[in-house]
């Protein structure tokens, strides 16, 4: 549904920071399944861990993240180059499962919980072959740059 190329619209982040692939299905105000292809040439896996690679668990929870950011830009129909900004400010419940390694695709998926002043509540999740690597309910700012 969205390339990386339209993604790029949706979120300030760049490489090696923009964590979002593709998305392959979007509900404005409801949902969102995204993917990032995890690859060895990934920079963080020259120290994480150099003879056993295995994804920070911050940086899966900040690919979940950004698919929530995606969603909530997509919801109010505006974008970075409009002023705005997503921050993330939270975690709740936050669970990991299993690592991610080389060779895995994540799949990211956000559900809005609610939005109350600027402040989005996510239940997200990121799954690798449908086994479940990492869930939490996360909290983003919508703010002015």
């Known amino acids: 549904m969205m390339d990386v190329k339209e993604i790029r ?4 982040h760049r490489y090696p920071f923009l964590l979002v692939d593709r998305v392959l299905a979007l509900e404005p105000g409801e949902s969102i399944t995204a993917i990032k292809n995890v690859t060895v040439n990934e920079p963080f896996f020259n120290g994480h861990f150099p003879d056993h690679p295995v994804m920070p668990g911050v940086l ?3 690919a979940m993240a950004q698919a929530a950011g995606v969603l909530g830009f997509k919801t109010m129909n505006k974008g970075p180059e ?3 900004i997503y921050y993330f400010v939270g975690a709740d419940n936050l669970r990991f499962k299993r690592p991610v390694v080389p060779g895995d695709q994540l799949k990211l998926e956000a559900k809005v919980i609610s939005e109350r002043r600027g402040i989005w509540k996510f239940d997200v999740r990121a799954s ?3 086994d479940t690597v990492s869930s939490a309910t996360i909290l983003c700012a919508d703010r002015k740059v």
């Open 82 to 84: 409009d002023g705005s």
């Open 60 to 62: 899966i929870v900040e």
């Open 128 to 130: 690798v072959e449908g």
């Open 9 to 12: 619209k949706y979120l300030p």
